[in-house]
């Protein structure tokens, strides 16, 4: 694994990359991404031999965000990589790349009312079949936060300060250099 | 009424044989549910049953008594008159064998010529009875249960008959009497230690106990063929179970281990029987051991070993007997 | 959930559906799984989870972070002080309080404890599993000493909340230690007892032996960890890859497998109960004295805006706290990520095709907690 080639290959899917101190948060990156390079950045992350940690879904302003945490087997890399949702809750699903996906999606599906394009058996998990309308975790008005809320204040040595990352920027990454980035 | 002053005495030893059948039937499952569970806890390092009376010995009374109060459950969607059927036809036959057993050379219900056809044909009943029961439950686990003991029960009769056909061969009897007798100097485990091993592995599948318990497998099939039984009709495939192992046991006994020979007591043809039982039941205390210390086989490994190493093991301590009968 | 019946049930093939659980014996707990069975063979498995669904990420959204400690020992009630760990050093890493060294080791060396414990208790159960009804007696025995002894500085038996945020709730004595000492050299001295009677026995070998292989790839995939990975033969542990609290001090090995097959996780986890006892005697050894709390820690813990990650081995694998806060006392998200959930998602995949004696052992490798899976 060749953190500075992965790097330059996860700059190629997403909007911003951030290097974190694993000591203050516990883990190593930040990957923000486009719903539509979330497919793209799991096969990379599958290829480069990374395993699903954790696949969660947090309830902010302008859209649910889903949280997709990797790590890594021989050496400390802990990924978080994020995307917003769609309009109308929808993600690509992962489950045909990372199988353990599977049932996190159909959990998170039961929480956040997450749908997940494409996925095999979207049924309900950890909730009852008669609860499929209930997502518990969605938050009411009161306590709904924007995203920039939650995000970590930029520490004042930042190494790179980017701490808010909104999804309508910057939608040009170019899946062809990726690609190409992939095979390489 | 000729014939009926003739055939009396025939009539009063058979009404005798089979109280003392009864007797044996639940004065065994009575020893062995106490050794059992006393063995089990000691094997385990703990006590066992320890409340109910000293060390805990009315504990099978009670249970009894209990099992005899409980409801009979039979399921919605059972079939009644097969479902009440099965635990009278696991435990009914185990009478007539005991008929044929000689416990010494006095005390033996009748000396048939075909005794030993006549335990192996009773003792085949218990499969059809675990069928039935297994069919009729409705569930599947009950069916999973019934339909490795016919396949458990069927493969493993044959390794057993044959091993006990090498005696025969040696002593040219089907009496059970005659071969204890033979055994005057040796007994055949020395001199057929294969068989007796072929035959103490085919006992212990044949009586469906532990590692070879996958009829009855609990943390697979919950509890296999007896799922849905409750109260009595429960108790009766226990007794059934029991009466089986002490059959099978006094079979090798009189097979392999001499049947009543031992150190000559006061009325040895009556108390012969002291050794007869003795080496009975340390064939049980060896059953119920191997029980508590290994972990289950698996159904394909058990239907491997039976016919891919007992069967022609077996077959071949058949052909060397035959051939070493044939030139002594 | 007629619809799983429907979705399984095929007339075509002479499959029928066999229903394991959620009452059955070798399941360990309220899991529900649907078998589509040809003869004995599973050729589709379905597990149906959520019946012991406590709704802990939503408690915990409702309540000031410190008070959500007890819950985390409710999810794993085996491993519940490492869970108790990582929920501790999730808040301490969050809101940056140091912790005193003494209070390091006695959470490592209690945390040890209680993996034992929860490795004793699976090797009892999963020979239950396997037919073999002694052992599960012997490992008790074994086992009880752990409960006695962290019974008294605990204060329970099963689910603990020892650990608090910058420190630990009760300081040990002199007892816990002699007694702890007793305790590794008692354990030692059953492993030759354990290995005679049960790891070479025949039975249990063929049993095990090329059942349930994994490879390292299908552990990526699944995210499965812990010692089912170890087993295929990759030393990824928690308290040697990202070393947390004072791991890094201790020598001690990671026991590894080849062929991943339940044999593989089982010699592993046996031999991790060795390893647990090295790095309890290396921790009693250098057990400092000091202060067993943090004085300045507030009582209104306020989290720093930011997302909060932590995690920690536990016996089954990764634990993972995933805290999402909006600078309140209160978490705007926790997310557990438990080692069962990821490890029990490849039970379809692993079992397929494989006869009903061999998912029954296959999935007692697998050390399922179901209280963990549903949370």
Request: glycine residues 6%; aromatic residues 10%; negative net charge.
């Amino acid at each position: 694994m060749d953190i500075n080639k992965l790097k330059k290959q996860w700059q190629d899917l997403s909007t911003a990359v951030e290097g974190i101190d694993y000591s203050v948060s516990g883990h190593d990156y930040n990957v923000s991404l486009e719903r539509d390079k979330v497919r793209d950045f799991a096969a990379l992350m599958l290829e480069e031999g990374f395993y699903l940690v954790d696949l969660m879904a947090v309830h902010v302003t302008p859209a649910i965000e889903v949280v997709y945490q990797f790590a890594h087997f021989e050496a400390r890399c802990r990924v978080l990589a994020r995307a917003f949702v769609d309009d109308n809750s929808e993600m690509p699903t992962i489950s045909d790349i990372y199988q353990g996906a599977n049932w996190h999606e159909r959990e998170t599906r039961d929480f956040h009312g997450v749908v997940f394009v494409d996925h095999p058996y979207l049924y309900p998990l950890i909730l009852a079949e008669e609860d499929v309308d209930l997502k518990p975790l969605l938050k009411d008005e009161a306590n709904l936060k924007d995203v920039d809320a939650v995000r970590r204040k930029p520490p004042e040595p930042a190494p790179e300060p980017k701490p808010e990352v909104k999804p309508e920027v910057k939608p040009e990454a170019k899946p062809e250099a990726a690609k190409s980035q992939e095979q390489s | 009424m000729e014939i009926f002053y003739s055939l009396l005495p025939e009539l009063i030893r058979i009404v005798i044989a089979a109280i003392c059948g009864a007797v044996i039937v639940f004065g065994n499952a009575l020893v062995m549910g106490y050794a059992e569970r006393k063995l089990a806890g000691h094997i385990m390092f703990r006590p066992g049953p320890m409340e109910v009376g000293p060390h805990g010995i009315y504990q099978l009374v009670i249970d009894g008594l209990k099992l005899m109060g409980k409801q009979l459950v039979i399921p919605k969607n059972a079939d009644t008159p097969l479902f009440m059927l099965a635990p009278l036809i696991a435990f009914a036959p185990v009478f007539v064998p005991l008929l044929v057993i000689p416990f010494s050379d006095k005390i033996q219900g009748f000396d048939l010529d075909v005794g030993l056809l006549l335990i192996l044909a009773f003792a085949s009943i218990n499969v059809l009875a675990i069928l039935i029961g297994g069919w009729s439950s409705n569930n599947k686990y009950s069916l999973f249960g019934a339909i490795r003991s016919v396949a458990q029960n069927v493969a493993y009769e044959i390794p057993m008959l044959i091993s006990l056909l090498a005696i025969i061969f040696m002593t040219n009897t089907f009496s059970l009497k005659e071969i204890a007798a033979a055994q005057s100097p040796v007994w055949f485990v020395v001199i057929q230690p294969l068989a007796f091993l072929i035959y103490i592995v085919a006992m212990v599948a044949e009586t469906n106990r532990a590692p070879f318990d996958l009829p009855e497998a609990e943390s697979e099939l919950t509890a296999g063929f007896h799922t849905e039984y409750s109260g009595m009709s429960f108790s009766l495939f226990v007794l059934g179970e029991y009466a089986n192992m002490f059959i099978v046991c006094s079979v090798a006994t009189v097979f392999f281990l001499g049947g009543d020979s031992g150190i000559p007591l006061p009325y040895f043809e009556y108390t012969g029987i002291i050794w007869f039982l003795l080496k009975v039941y340390l064939l049980m205390f060896f059953l119920i051991w191997i029980r508590w210390t290994y972990p289950r086989t698996r159904f394909d490994q058990l239907m491997n070993f039976c016919w891919k190493y007992l069967i022609p093991f077996s077959l071949v301590n058949l052909l060397i007997t035959v051939v070493m009968v044939k030139l002594l | 959930m007629a619809m799983d019946v429907e979705i399984l049930e095929d007339p075509k093939h002479h499959r029928y559906v066999l229903n394991m659980g959620p009452q059955h014996p070798s399941t360990h707990g309220v899991l529900r799984v649907l078998l589509e069975l040809e003869g004995e063979y599973a050729m589709e498995l379905l597990p149906v989870l959520g019946y012991g669904h406590r709704c802990h990420e939503k408690i915990a959204e409702h309540k000031p972070v410190k008070s959500f400690m007890p819950n985390t020992a409710r999810m794993d009630y085996l491993g519940a002080l490492i869970y108790n760990h990582g929920y501790a050093q999730l808040l301490e890493r969050a809101a940056g309080i140091e912790v005193p060294e003494r209070v390091e080791y006695i959470r490592v060396i209690t945390s040890e404890l209680n993996r034992i414990q929860s490795h004793l208790l699976w090797y009892g159960a999963y020979l239950l599993d396997l037919g073999a009804f002694t052992p599960i007696m012997y490992a008790f025995d074994d086992r009880e000493h752990i409960l006695d002894i962290l019974e008294d500085v605990t204060g329970s038996r099963l689910t603990y909340c020892y650990f608090r945020v910058g420190g630990v709730s009760k300081d040990i004595d002199d007892k816990f230690v002699t007694s702890t000492r007793a305790f590794v050299k008692r354990l030692r001295s059953r492993f030759p007892m354990y290995e005679d009677l049960v790891n070479g026995n025949v039975i249990l070998q063929n049993r095990l032996n090329d059942v349930g292989e994994l490879t390292p790839h299908t552990c990526a995939r699944y995210g499965i960890t812990g010692p089912l990975l170890r087993g295929t033969g990759v030393a990824y542990d928690m308290r040697r890859a990202e070393p947390y609290s004072i791991y890094s001090q201790f020598d001690f090995e990671i026991p590894t497998g080849t062929k991943g097959d339940c044999m593989a996780s089982f010699m592993v986890r046996f031999h991790e109960l060795e390893q647990s006892l090295r790095i309890i005697e290396q921790a009693l050894d250098g057990l400092p004295e000091g202060p067993i709390m943090t004085p300045k820690v507030p009582k209104k813990l306020k989290i720093p805006a930011g997302d909060y990650n932590s995690s920690v081995e536990a016996p089954r694998g990764e634990l993972s706290y995933y805290l999402v806060s909006d600078g309140s006392d209160v978490p705007y998200r926790l997310k557990v990520r438990t080692p069962s959930y990821s490890n029990l998602s490849v039970v379809p995949e692993m079992c397929q095709g494989m006869l009903l004696s061999d998912v029954v052992s296959a999935m007692g490798a697998l050390d399922l907690v179901i209280p963990e899976i549903d949370r």
